[in-house]
């Protein structure tokens, strides 16, 4: 693809500082830029750095100092790379219509310009909006609703009653609506609860690799509009994920947990069942969220304590070896004394 960098400016709304005639091929980072690439740079010191790159163009701060290359002036310097970027990625290979090789169960809906790829499974009574993918290797099970213009790639397994809404993207591997982890212990073994529920997934929600998703003993597991899941996430049953949270890679959640909208779930966070975390708290890598979060929290460590509360902790922590030689001398200074006395 070849663009310009006037063509450019008017897409992501900016203004242009040099030659706005120079053609574009490509887009890369500052670091591997050649000739016919666009850049970006968030700040004066990566502008400078930019400015030495081999690209033959910046998408630069709305004001700052000048560069010998041609600027494209912008608000928000890394969303507009974002949306170049967008214009520069490879379509995807995406099969038009049922390739002959599906399997295909009694009464499916489909909207138009669907494509379903080579060895999929699509059971009974399912439902398929217009526009939406699926890959090979998927299985979608009965009763199954998916929206419009939806993405399921290659092995992606939707289990009975599940219901995508519109422009939702689940990666390979993901598993939706498996049985809760239920069970009671009688008479000395573990009993087994049926999971008769399902899973509910809002529109513009995207899904990374490997997630697992249980539904519901009841009613429904529940994931949020705008939400974005990373890889290697557990939800369990009838938990219930707000709008446009973020959920990074490893977090697990226990079952019956009310998150809140925007919501963040830093990487190998935990969190106990039937607890609430209020709407904008923010969870810190590692921490382990054992009781109720209020609106706009900031927690971190393995007891899910303020921020601040455990950033002094792990302070004193570290000051544990000078503390400990000094109460050593404080009782050898002590013994001294009693000995004197005596």
Same mark, same amino acid.
């Given at each position: 693809?070849?663009?310009?960098?006037?063509?450019?400016?008017?897409?992501?709304?900016?203004?242009?500082?040099?030659?706005?005639?120079?053609?574009?091929?490509?887009?890369?980072?500052?670091?591997?830029?050649?000739?016919?690439?666009?850049?970006?740079?968030?700040?004066?010191?990566?502008?400078?750095?930019?400015?030495?790159?081999?690209?033959?163009?910046?998408?630069?701060?709305?004001?700052?100092?000048?560069?010998?290359?041609?600027?494209? *002036?912008?608000?928000?310097?890394?969303?507009?790379?974002?949306?170049?970027?967008?214009?520069?990625?490879?379509?995807?290979?995406?099969?038009?219509?049922?390739?002959?090789?599906?399997? %295909?169960?009694?009464?499916?809906?489909?909207?138009?310009?669907?494509?379903?790829?080579? %060895?999929?499974?699509?059971?009974?009574?399912?439902?398929?909006?217009?526009?939406?993918?699926?890959?090979?290797?998927?299985?979608?099970?009965?009763?199954?609703?998916?929206?419009?213009?939806?993405?399921?790639?290659?092995?992606?397994?939707?289990?009975?009653?599940?219901?995508?809404?519109?422009?939702?993207?689940?990666?390979?591997?993901?598993?939706?609506?498996?049985?809760?982890?239920?069970? /009671?212990?009688?008479?000395? *073994?573990?009993?087994?609860?049926?999971?008769?529920?399902?899973?509910?997934? =809002?529109?513009?929600?995207?899904?990374?690799?490997?997630?697992?998703?249980?539904?519901?003993?009841?009613?429904?597991?529940?994931?949020?509009?705008?939400?974005?899941?990373?890889?290697?996430?557990?939800?369990?049953?009838?938990?219930?994920?707000? *709008?446009?949270?973020?959920?990074? &890679?490893?977090?697990?959640?226990?079952?019956?947990?009310?998150?809140?909208?925007?919501?963040?779930?830093?990487?190998?966070?935990?969190?106990?069942?039937?607890?609430?975390?209020?709407?904008?708290?923010?969870?810190?890598?590692?921490?382990?969220?054992?009781?109720?979060?209020?609106?706009?929290?900031?927690?971190?460590?393995?007891?899910?304590? &303020?921020?601040?509360?455990?950033?002094?902790?792990?302070? %004193?922590? /570290?000051?544990?070896?000078?503390?400990?030689?000094?109460?050593?001398?404080? =009782? *050898?200074?002590?013994?001294?004394?009693?000995?004197?006395?005596?």
């Amino acid at each position: 693809m070849q663009t310009t960098v006037g063509q450019l400016a008017e897409l992501i709304q900016g203004s242009v500082e040099g030659d706005a005639n120079i053609p574009i091929l490509g887009i890369s980072s500052i670091e591997d830029a050649r000739d016919g690439d666009i850049t970006y740079a968030e700040n004066e010191k990566l502008l400078s750095s930019a400015g030495r790159s081999q690209a033959s163009a910046v998408i630069a701060p709305a004001s700052g100092q000048s560069s010998d290359k041609p600027l494209i *002036r912008v608000k928000n310097p890394r969303f507009a790379f974002a949306q170049v970027l967008r214009i520069f990625a490879p379509e995807p290979k995406v099969y038009k219509g049922i390739h002959p090789s599906a399997i %295909l169960g009694e009464n499916l809906t489909q909207g138009e310009n669907i494509s379903i790829h080579s %060895l999929a499974h699509i059971g009974d009574n399912v439902k398929i909006g217009a526009n939406s993918v699926i890959y090979p290797f998927a299985y979608i099970g009965d009763d199954v609703v998916i929206g419009e213009n939806c993405v399921i790639y290659p092995h992606v397994v939707l289990h009975n009653n599940t219901e995508i809404g519109d422009s939702v993207v689940i990666h390979s591997g993901s598993v939706l609506g498996t049985d809760g982890f239920g069970y /009671m212990f009688i008479e000395n *073994r573990h009993y087994k609860i049926p999971q008769i529920g399902r899973v509910i997934i =809002e529109n513009d929600v995207e899904i990374g690799a490997n997630v697992t998703i249980d539904r519901a003993r009841t009613g429904s597991t529940t994931i949020g509009a705008g939400t974005k899941i990373d890889n290697q996430v557990h939800i369990g049953h009838n938990v219930s994920v707000g *709008r446009n949270c973020v959920i990074v &890679a490893q977090v697990g959640v226990s079952g019956s947990v009310d998150i809140g909208d925007g919501v963040i779930l830093a990487g190998q966070v935990g969190v106990k069942d039937h607890v609430t975390i209020g709407d904008g708290t923010i969870v810190c890598a590692q921490a382990a969220v054992i009781s109720d979060l209020p609106k706009g929290s900031f927690v971190s460590g393995p007891y899910g304590r &303020a921020h601040q509360s455990e950033l002094r902790a792990k302070a %004193l922590q /570290m000051k544990l070896p000078e503390i400990f030689d000094h109460v050593k001398d404080l =009782e *050898r200074r002590l013994a001294e004394l009693e000995k004197g006395k005596s």
